[in-house]
């Protein structure tokens, strides 16, 4: 069973910097993609920002630039690295993972969705 479990959340001052991590176990084979997600209570989930196993990542508009995901397969461990944060990052966030015996693309999983959720980890950035 795959489990993931995401840190690294906490209270920043606007233009601050955080660096999410989640760590997966139960790691399978395969192709798989790799997300990031957040949600405000009362709001739909989200998303952030995605990645493949190619390696091809995407971002919201509303990140893009001062977010980055990145990965770490020997440690199985996926990364959100979020510069310059404003208000309006505030949520909680979560990874999302899923595996498959075909290729995946980000924009299939972002479409079809995901196996596996970790519990979310809260980011809080005060102006």
């Known amino acids: 069973q795959v489990q993931l479990v995401e840190s690294g959340g906490g209270s920043v001052q606007a233009g601050g910097s955080l660096r999410l991590s989640c760590a997966l176990s139960g790691y399978r084979a395969g192709y798989y993609c790799k997300a990031w997600y957040r949600q405000v209570p009362g709001k739909e989930r989200e998303f952030v920002s995605i990645?493949?196993?190619?390696?091809?990542?995407s971002y919201a508009d509303s990140v893009q630039g001062r977010f980055t995901i990145s990965e770490d397969n020997a440690e199985n461990a996926l990364y959100l690295q979020m510069d310059n944060l404003q208000p309006e990052d505030t949520a909680m966030y979560y990874c999302?993972?899923?595996?498959?015996?075909?290729?995946?693309?980000?924009?299939?999983?972002?479409?079809?969705?995901?196996?596996?959720w970790g519990q979310g980890t809260q980011v809080t950035v005060s102006s």
């Open positions: 990645i493949n196993s190619d390696g091809g990542a």
């Open positions: 999302a993972a899923d595996y498959q015996s075909i290729y995946l693309t980000t924009s299939y999983c972002r479409r079809n969705g995901y196996s596996y």
